[in-house]
């Protein structure tokens, strides 16, 4: 398994606090992405990023900030959560991109906002 | 953007039977093409992929083909078993950046 550690993997929290995602990869892989994953919408992708301090957004990024200051850690912030936001997050792993090269996926961090 | 639908949205069949998982596709740039498998409480993991040159691909009971006229894409699972219970996405490759446009998902469920 590609080494990819995502944290925490269950976390609740409160309406309008701010709430911060972790992915850690041990690959060196330059590529790096946050998806959400809800039901009836398959993976969407919030933003990813293709190396240090640089990053993009995706199709689902409002509400949502991220920074990346080693190639190892890619952060996800919400900065005042909504129940809009409860979601399962994925973060995803390529050496060269997503195109032509393997996708690997961590196992998921499960966030409920209350 | 790319927009990509896929049908069904679940899916029973008998145990040896085959299973077939349909993608379509909007952007007729598109030239990577891969397909995930996800277990319960786990993450997508790469099953195969294709890309704009090759019409068909197989590894071992799977199979993937392409057909770039008509802009869709299927799945195909021979001879299924039990593990191959899973929800499988499609995915296309956006042209001209690094991101990969998901389908909804397929909810596999082989029957004994």
């Known amino acids: 398994d590609a080494g990819i550690t995502q944290s925490p993997r269950h976390k609740v929290t409160e309406t309008g606090t701010p709430v911060t995602l972790r992915c850690h990869q041990t690959?060196?892989?330059?590529?790096m992405y946050w998806y959400r994953q809800d039901p009836g919408h398959g993976l969407r992708l919030i933003h990813y990023?293709?190396?240090?301090?640089?990053?993009d957004k995706g199709e689902v990024s409002d509400g949502y900030s991220v920074s990346r200051s080693k190639t190892e850690d890619f952060l996800l912030t919400l900065e005042s959560a909504t129940s809009s936001q409860t979601s399962v997050y994925f973060c995803?792993?390529?050496?060269?991109?997503?195109?032509?090269?393997?996708?690997?996926f961590g196992q998921g961090t499960r966030l409920t906002v209350v | 953007g790319e927009n990509v639908e896929q049908h069904p949205s679940t899916l029973s069949v008998q145990e040896g039977d085959s299973a077939v998982i349909k993608c379509t596709y909007s952007?007729?740039?598109?030239?990577?093409f891969p397909w995930y498998k996800q277990e319960l409480g786990k993450g997508p993991q790469l099953i195969i992929d294709?890309?704009?040159?090759?019409g068909e691909k197989k590894d071992q009971r799977i199979a993937v083909t392409l057909n770039k006229t008509a802009k869709h894409f299927s799945l195909h699972i021979t001879e299924t078993q039990p593990e191959d219970s899973a929800v499988y996405f499609c995915?296309?490759?956006?042209?001209?950046?690094?991101?990969?446009?998901f389908g909804t998902g397929t909810r596999l469920t082989i029957i004994p």
């Open positions: 995803a792993i390529s050496a060269t991109g997503a195109t032509n090269t393997e996708a690997f």
């Open positions: 990023s293709y190396g240090v301090k640089d990053t």
């Open positions: 690959e060196n892989h330059r590529y």
């Open positions: 995915a296309a490759r956006d042209f001209g950046n690094e991101k990969l446009t």
């Open positions: 294709i890309r704009s040159n090759v």
């Open positions: 952007d007729s740039a598109s030239n990577y």
